[in-house]
Every structure is written in structure tokens, then in C-alpha cells.
């Protein structure tokens, strides 16, 4: 896709009054008005790292595709209405994940907040007014989940006002429903932990007619799982744009049923008076994730996981041979499935804990940032490097551990 006509392939630029190009042409800045690069970071005094750690919201998740760099510039310079603008790449983004519908939200925890306001609305936007206070409304009030699946993320429905109720088995579940039951809440990450399976929770939801919704915030790659939940029959599935994707680090994706993303939209921006006003997207984070997602689902896949493959080679060739060392490549079965290197070491060969070891990389030039998963031992990934840093990284992890 030309991105320099991205705006232009969703049916949104007629120019406003017949505004013409060349009209609009004139009030644009001249090439010698044009700011020169320059380091903000460096003027401003915040540290960049390379990243060999992964898509951690902290760490600013990962760095947009050029081509979702450049939508977003060509998107600023015209305007538009945002409910049109989110109507047209709905459509394309429900055609891509298999979605009967779509909405770009501000991120994963938001796409939750949101899906589940639309469940407790439905249709009616006085209701939507209403949220967080739910007593009196006739509005159901209560989410049920896995005990495994309870994490902090689950205050994105606490949001909206309702009760978590916890089970662990399908008897406890069917005990638990009542009239006050608003949806059956999923989380993929830790799918393990718990005793119900993704398609049994679906069918407990089709069964009492509740709504299921999936989170599965970190779980790309594999690119499949983009629409395997949709066609899993889940009601709502809901995603972090700004990992694996290299959107926007603020946005992200709700999918599902037609009726629950319009009912979703209701608490959102540009309407006001909302528990989702606040979570604004513009128009050019809409087409940069837009952008991602449709770049994304086209790469060669095996192609990336090969070269991750070759990178994280070079890291574990730079520090095997290293005395009191042991290293180890394995892949997550689950969230940020990618080739990971996890090394560790004999604190009485290498006297140096796992904090003292990320210092010291913090504190080199590049600066570089790992995973620590225990007192003597850091997990390194590679998928949101640069070409040629895994070389740099190599080094200095194998400087560090000879020091």
C-alpha cells in the first residue's frame, strides 16, 4: 500500500469546502522552515538503551514501523471525523482479525474497559452516562474469572464499577452465575493457570448467554492469534497495538460482535460525559495502528523468527564459553513467544548479582537494558533490536560478566 494515500484508500479526503491541494500546499511550512533534526532525548537528559529486554510498557514497548511513522505524519496534516475515520478502518481492521467489528482504543486495558461498558449498556447511550455507578441502573454488576486469571490488569472492569467474582471450576462457575452476571472474562497469558480451557469458557458463555472476552494483550506472535479467538467464537478480543505489531505504544485493538463494539463506542470519544472520554485516540494514532496491523499480518514471518533466531545466537556464542556460566534458548509457550535467552551464573565463579549485572549494562555506552528472572540469572530477547545491536549487545554482556 502507497501510505502516502493511506488517507486517501479510506474514503476520507475530500479536502473540507473544496479546499484544493495546492490551496492546501500554501499554507504548509517551506523546505527552509522545515526544523532541523535533532536529539530531544539528549536534550532533554532522558537515557535510551538498546532494548534487549522486550515490549515492556516501561520500557515503551517497541519502535513503530517506518511505514506507520509515515501514516501517522500524512494523517496530521488534514482533518476528519473521528467517528467516520473509526467506522472505515474498523471495517478493514474486522476483515483482517475475522471480527464482525472493530474499534482502535487506546491500548489493550482500555479496549477491556470499553468492551465490557458496551456489554453493560447495550445500545442505550443515557446508560453509558452512568458508568462507574451501576446501582439502581438495571445494569448487570458482576465478571467472572478464573482465580488464575486474576492479575492487576483485571482493574480495567473493576473500571466500569462491577464486582470480580473468582471461581476455579466449571461447577463453581455455573454456581456463580446469577442474574447480576455481566461477562465471562479470559486471560490468555494464563491460560495455564486455570482448569476451564479457552473453548469450554466459550461454551459456558454461549450456554448462559453471557458474553466472553478474551485479553490478549502480548500474545502476537503467532500472527494467527490476530483472528484464531474471533473464530474461537469469543465475543470480545482485545490486544495491545504498540508490541509485536510496532503500532502506536498508546493504542490497540477491541474486536468481536457488531452490536458490542457499537455499544463499546458509546463510551468513547468524541462523546463526552463518559468513562472512556478519557481515553482518547486521534486520528493518527487510528491509521498508524491501522498501518501496523495491516503491514503486519503481510510480513514473512518465518523470515523474522529466523533472523531473532540468528541474533540471539550471536548474543549466547559471546558469552557460553565464559567460566561459571550456563545458557539456555527456549521459547514461552505463552506471552512474548519469541527465542529467549535466559543466562545464568555461579555466584561464587562470578561474584555479581542480577541487579549489579544490569548496571553495569545500564551504565555502558549504548546503554542496555535486560530481564532480571532471579538473583543470578537475566533473560535476553532480540525481536525489538535494530539490525547489527545484538553484535553490540554481545560484547558487553561478555565484558560485564569478565569484569
Known amino acids: 500500500m502507497n501510505r502516502r494515500s493511506i488517507l486517501k484508500t479510506l474514503g476520507l479526503l475530500p479536502l473540507p469546502f473544496g479546499l484544493s491541494q495546492s490551496a492546501m500546499s500554501e499554507n504548509m511550512p517551506s523546505s527552509d522552515q522545515t526544523p532541523k533534526n535533532k536529539d530531544i532525548f539528549k536534550e532533554l537528559g532522558v ?17 513503530m514501523q517506518p511505514e506507520v511513522v509515515e501514516a501517522i505524519r500524512e494523517s496530521s496534516t488534514a482533518f476528519c471525523l473521528l467517528d467516520e475515520l473509526q467506522d472505515k478502518v474498523g471495517e478493514r481492521i474486522a476483515v483482517i482479525t475475522h471480527a464482525e467489528s472493530a474499534v482502535v482504543t487506546s491500548g489493550c486495558f482500555s479496549a477491556m474497559t470499553l468492551g465490557l461498558a458496551g456489554v453493560l449498556t447495550g445500545s442505550d447511550p443515557k446508560k453509558a452516562e452512568m458508568l462507574p455507578h451501576l446501582e439502581g441502573t438495571g445494569m448487570k454488576s458482576e465478571v467472572i474469572m478464573q482465580k488464575g486469571h486474576f492479575v492487576g490488569y483485571a482493574q480495567a472492569l473493576s473500571n466500569t464499577g462491577c464486582k470480580i467474582i473468582q471461581v476455579e471450576t466449571r461447577e463453581e462457575l455455573e454456581k456463580a452465575i446469577n442474574e447480576k452476571t455481566a461477562l465471562l472474562w479470559f486471560l490468555h497469558v494464563q491460560s495455564d493457570k ?72 458509546l463510551s468513547m470519544a468524541p462523546r463526552g460525559s463518559t468513562i472512556g472520554r478519557g481515553m482518547k485516540v486521534n486520528k493518527e494514532e487510528i491509521i498508524g495502528m491501522y498501518v501496523a496491523l495491516d503491514n503486519y499480518v503481510k510480513m514473512d514471518h518465518n523470515r523474522i523468527w529466523k533472523e531473532w533466531e540468528q541474533r540471539i545466537a550471536v548474543i549466547e556464542q559471546g558469552v557460553k564459553t565464559i567460566p561459571g556460566i550456563k545458557t539456555e534458548v527456549r521459547v514461552p509457550s505463552l506471552g512474548n513467544v519469541t527465542p529467549t535467552l535466559r543466562i545464568t551464573w555461579d555466584p561464587s565463579v562470578i561474584k555479581m548479582t542480577t541487579e549489579e549485572f544490569r548496571e553495569k549494562l545500564r551504565a555502558g555506552n549504548p546503554s542496555i537494558e535486560v530481564m532480571g528472572t532471579g538473583d543470578y540469572a537475566v533473560n535476553i530477547t532480540a525481536w525489538v ?19
Not at 47 to 63: D, E, K, P, V
Not at 389 to 402: P, Q
Open 47 to 63: 537515557r535510551t538503551f538498546i532494548n534487549a529486554a522486550g515490549t515492556y510498557t516501561f520500557m515503551t514497548g517497541s519502535l
Open 194 to 265: 486455570g482448569v476451564i480451557n479457552h473453548e469450554e469458557w466459550v461454551s459456558l458463555g454461549q450456554k448462559h448467554q453471557i458474553p466472553t472476552m478474551i485479553d490478549i494483550a502480548a500474545d502476537v506472535p503467532p500472527v494467527s492469534n490476530l483472528w484464531k479467538f474471533n473464530d474461537m467464537g469469543f465475543d470480545l478480543v482485545c490486544i495491545s497495538g504498540g508490541k509485536a505489531m510496532k503500532g502506536p505504544q498508546s493504542a490497540g485493538l477491541l474486536m468481536g460482535k457488531k452490536n458490542l463494539i457499537a455499544a463499546a463506542r
Open 385 to 403: 533490536m535494530k539490525a547489527g545491536e545484538e553484535k553490540i549487545v554481545a560484547k558487553r554482556v561478555g565484558e560485564v560478566f569478565r569484569t
